[in-house]
């Protein structure tokens, strides 16, 4: 017969929570191919395999975290602390565009100025580039005093690179103007399709200094001659092709063009030189 303590056990095994079907799983051992791919390692629970897992995913976590933290707060430094130079810019752009438009009164025929844009445009026609360069050709071949064929000659060249300097810079920035209008005939045969620097604000006052240096003209005259420059100027600011800044640039850039001229001011033997090369009687032996 069993003893009393056999008994027991079995009594204790029976009424154990172990021993339920449910919870059978737990007292059997790990297979081979479930406990890590060895047969040589001991026997594990299933509770103790599914324990390395979420450890492997906390220790992969902070590898990553440290990445984004660096990149955040720079970027929203930048975004919310931006430098003085920069504030003063902006500011200082978002002003020009805003008096430019207003003062762009007649940039439409539905403008508030809009009947006097006729007269406005004839105005700043007398300022295109075009225009000073035929009229200038034109005066040369009527003059007959080696000091005229002087002044003019270097009027023309002055012309020349005013345009051409002009155009370079314009390609350069690319700056369209307040109204966003695209560029006339005349404009586009000038290469004055941009706004920024003005060259019909730079062709003025260059003209203006070069003939008020060269001409001696009467107080009266020279007083005409300013205004004339100063509303060219302003007359392409009024039909909406330029900004203010474009105009006080166009200028300050007409102003280094008149002292370029001067520092290579061309003798008149090199003016005669030149007019016998261009009209085919030039000969370097008579």
């Not at 799983?25 to 299933?46: C, D, F, K, V, Y």
């Not at 504030?87 to 439409?108: E, F, T």
Request: glycine fraction near 8%.
């Amino acid at each position: 017969m069993p003893s009393s303590y056999n008994m027991r056990a079995r009594a204790r095994e029976r009424n154990s929570v172990l021993s339920r079907p449910e919870f059978l799983s737990l007292n059997q051992p790990l297979r081979s191919g479930a406990a890590g791919g060895g047969g040589g390692g001991p026997p594990e629970s299933r509770g103790g395999a599914r324990r390395p897992g979420p450890i492997k995913h906390q220790t992969s976590q902070p590898s990553e975290e440290p990445v984004e933290p660096s990149k955040l707060p720079e970027e929203d430094c930048m975004l919310l602390n931006p430098s003085f130079k920069g504030i003063a810019k902006n500011s200082l752009l978002a002003i020009d565009i805003c008096l430019s438009k207003r003062m762009g009164v007649c940039a439409y025929t539905y403008s508030s100025w809009g009947g006097c844009r006729s007269m406005v445009s004839l105005l700043a026609f007398t300022g295109h580039g075009i225009t000073w360069i035929i009229g200038t050709i034109l005066c040369l071949t009527r003059s007959n005093t080696l000091a005229g064929q002087e002044v003019l000659v270097n009027l023309l060249l002055a012309l020349i690179v005013d345009v051409m300097t002009v155009a370079g810079v314009q390609r350069l920035v690319k700056r369209r103007g307040p109204w966003e209008m695209m560029p006339g005939l005349m404009d586009c045969v000038a290469m004055d399709t941009y706004s920024f620097p003005a060259a019909h604000a730079s062709r003025a006052a260059m003209v203006s200094k070069f003939l008020l240096s060269h001409l001696v003209l009467a107080v009266p005259l020279r007083i005409l001659l300013v205004l004339w420059a100063v509303l060219v100027g302003m007359s392409r600011v009024l039909l909406g092709k330029h900004h203010l800044t474009d105009m006080v640039c166009g200028f300050a850039l007409g102003m280094l063009h008149f002292s370029l001229m001067e520092t290579v001011w061309l003798s008149s033997s090199t003016c005669q030189t030149i007019i016998s090369i261009s009209t085919l009687s030039w000969s370097p032996f008579f």
